[in-house]
Antibody, heavy 117, light 107 residues
Framework: QVQLVESGGGLVQPGRSLRLSCAAS????????FHWVRQAPGRGLEWITV????????FYAASVKGRFTISRDNSKKTLYLQMNSLRVEDTAVYYC??????????WGQGALVTVSS | DIQMTQSPSSLSASVGDTITITCRAS??????LAWYQQKPEKAPKSLIYVASSLQSGVPLRFSGSGSGTDFTLTISSLQPEDFATYYC?????????FGGGTKVEIK
């Protein structure tokens, strides 16, 4: 069955970096685009980035552009989110989601990132 | 950026009721609209795409309509498992944007 498992979350100080991973199984990873969507505690959903199936196209929300980088390794069936210069307002549950380049369809269970001193 | 506004932000309903949630886009998005359901402490689940097409496995009591700037999600004969928060999302252009959510609670 389709599985997306995020990892790499945790507590980090402001200004530091963290890398999230999303390990996929149960489907052909290289045929799908992937998104990262986050949800701050008690808040709504915020789309932050997408990567095309072959990794050539990437788009970012203004709130993370220049600080976050999405990437993928199709041979490892893994999606990544490199987060640099983290801010307190980046605190959220981060979901990876499989879909098209414009539509997140199947979501992982999420990874909590807490940015605090 | 396209702003998505949902109303109401919350509503109370009983099992068996029919409810309607509205989503308005700040500009014309044709039919590039999706709906998601999220239960507490769970990941969102995709319900509807292209405004009115149901994702596989979604019960027929869920329906979507609209085009341009105004859209609705209707749930007929509300079931206990339908109590959740619902989000709309436009995918006409980047950045993809979500509505603020509508929490459906048990009356």
């Amino acid at each position: 069955q389709v599985q997306l498992v995020e990892s790499g979350g945790g507590l980090v100080q402001p200004g530091r970096s963290l890398r999230l991973s999303c390990a996929a199984s149960g489907f052909t990873f290289s045929t799908y685009a992937f998104h990262w969507v986050r949800q701050a505690p008690g808040r709504g959903l915020e789309w932050i980035t997408v990567i095309s199936n072959d990794g050539t196209n990437k788009f970012y929300a203004a709130s993370v552009k220049g600080r976050f980088t999405i990437s993928r390794d199709n041979s490892k069936k893994t999606l990544y989110l490199q987060m640099n210069s983290l801010r307190v307002e980046d605190t959220a549950v981060y979901y990876c989601a499989r879909g098209t380049t414009v539509l997140p369809i199947y979501w992982g269970q999420g990874a909590l990132v807490t940015v605090s001193s | 950026d396209i702003q998505m506004t949902q109303s109401p932000s919350s509503l109370s309903a009983s099992v068996g009721d029919t409810i309607t949630i509205t989503c308005r886009a700040s500009q014309n998005i044709s039919r590039w609209l999706a709906w998601y359901q999220q239960k507490p402490e769970k990941a969102p689940k995709s319900l509807i795409y292209v405004a009115s097409s149901l994702q596989s496995g979604v019960p027929l009591r869920f329906s979507g309509s609209g085009s341009g700037t105004d859209f609705t999600l209707t749930i007929s004969s509300l079931q206990p498992e339908d109590f959740a928060t619902y989000y709309c999302q436009q995918y006409n252009s980047y950045p993809l944007t979500f509505g603020g959510g509508t929490k459906v609670e048990i009356k």
